[in-house]
């Protein structure tokens, strides 16, 4: 057996033993609290609905808080709730500083806050900055060029052919298909989108734009939220010569995002700029108020080296306390071999700068669930790797049941923009419809989430067998699992425990979480679809003693089981975390 030993010495884990030398546990829950947060996401219009309209709402996640004091989870990031046409489902906002109707008013967000704040449990916003609705009000005074909003986004005249006929000003794309240029009567211009025609690209180049999205989120600062996920970051700024992008020669459809390198509308310098700026906002915020840091996790998908740039540039500036981690979403998948997983696991831990803390995002709203992604006997070992592996984990609203796609949506059931941009030939390939179902909390009538005689997206027929409550009454199963596993992550080894990761063959891999005076960790997982009987003696170092800690809903390992080292059994895509006993 080829042992591979990378040992990283986790940044975090020396700063927080560090930490601990000079400074009161106070102020590490002041300033590091977030260092080994699990933050779960709610997709609030599909979380809890409390008023029977069949959407979730504010009122239906403050009733469902305690549901994060039992499961152990103590931050929360919501997706949007801001007042909006719900184009893209409140990705396209028509005020910045209001809650949108069917999911509540300010006062209800006021009682969710103080709700949170009882249970112990820390709210982040979504913030999306990238965008505005075309309804909001700087928009339609930008079309009528209003003093003072006449550049609050991106417009351009457009090339006029010499048959007469307009053209866009040059070939950029919509993420979402087609020009990103949509034509504008009113103004006679182009308005810029790199999203659906009701999402208008706000123009950063003006420093107006820049002082109205502090105000932003100054509002929500003071309403007690501990920070902000920030959307799309990646397509903040374009590139000033509106120069045209180069084909990627990856697709032939000039129609899909694809189509081209986007070199020229992604990733700009400018936007690492703008985000340092915020890192500022909320540091200030943070010296001048009690309460935790106020922190900024971003959403981008960007190459590692472009995501390193984040945490801090080649200065030293610091930007977001952490860029999402996408690589269990775009790298690895139910083909995967367990090189693969070491090797995108490490390429994060190597690449990320010094003093910066790791994080791993195994599903959000705009993906496949990880049921479906890496099949539904996965479950539980992706949940093991997210909450014993080094620094943050995220978890998407109902992953802790391994709840899966609803696949089968109709056409006519269909809403996600794109999808329905798409048509009815092609919808099913793009809907993100299917991982946005409502939350199954129990076999009731639409699964507990809502009393109405229609869900705005229906939900998933297997919510019978697959809910919270079944899973709470069971002896074993994916919510009983991700329980034990995050109250296991209070142990310093994994907090502060250093990361040796090993492939054990094609299809199987370990890493140790390993710390002075602590039991060794061990998580283990087979990620093919057959039973795997390895040997790890080398990699652990005898003498020790296995114990299994955590083992899987299917599995033939009990917690509490003896293992030895020499013979471990793995069903297909199980997942062990044992513990090493160090013999005496
Ligand atoms: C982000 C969101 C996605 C949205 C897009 C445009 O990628 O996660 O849901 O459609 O931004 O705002």
Known sequence: MVVVKIAFILSVGLVGILAHKHQSKELDAKYNWWQHEVFYQIYPRSFQDSNGDGIGDLQGITSRLQYFKDTGITSVWLSPIYESPMVDFGYDISNYTNIQPEYGTLEDFDALIAKANELGVKVILDFVPNHSSNKHPWFIKSVAREPGYEDFYVWEDGILLENGTRV??????????????????????????????GQPDLNYRNPAVIKAMDDVML?????????FRIDAIIYIYEDAQLRDEPPSGTTDDPNNEA???????????????????????????????????????????????????????????????????????????????????????????????????????????????????????????????????????????????????????????TVDQPACEAGIDNYKTISRDPERTPMQWSSDVNAGFSSADRTWLPVNPNYKELNLRNQQQARRSHYKIYQSLLKLRQLPVLKNGSFVPEVVNRRVFAFKRELK?????????????????????????QPNRLSVLVAGVDSQHRVGDRLKAETIELAPNEGLVIQLNKRK
């Open 168 to 197: 866009p000003p040059n070939n950029w794309l919509s993420v979402f298909s087609g020009s990103a240029w949509m034509w504008n009567d009113e103004r006679q211009q182009y308005y810029l989108r790199q999203f659906t025609y």
């Open 219 to 227: 509002f929500w600062l003071n309403k007690g939220i501990a920070g």
């Open 259 to 413: 189509y081209l390198s986007h070199i020229y509308t992604r990733n700009q310098p400018e936007d690492y700029g703008l985000l340092q700026h915020w890192r500022q906002l909320l540091d200030n915020y943070t010296a001048n108020h009690d309460g935790p840091l106020r922190i900024m996790m971003t959403e981008g998908y960007a190459s590692v080296s472009q995501l390193m740039e984040y945490y801090e540039d080649s200065n030293g500036v610091q930007g977001p306390q952490f860029p999402f981690n996408f690589d269990f979403i775009t790298e690895l998948n139910a083909n995967s071999t367990a090189a693969d997983f070491v090797f995108y696991i490490s390429r994060w831990l190597i690449y990320m700068p010094h003093g910066h803390v790791a994080n791993w995002v195994m599903g959000n709203h705009d993906n496949p669930r990880v049921a479906s992604r890496f099949g539904e006997k996965s479950v539980d070992a992706m949940n093991m790797l997210l909450m014993t592996l080094p620094g943050i984990g995220i978890t998407y609203n109902g992953e802790e049941l391994g709840m899966t796609d609803y696949r089968d949506i109709s056409w006519s059931d």
């Open 517 to 541: 005076n602590e039991h060794t960790l061990l998580t283990i997982v087979n990620v093919s679809n057959r039973t795997e009987l390895v040997d790890i003696a080398d990699f652990i170092e």
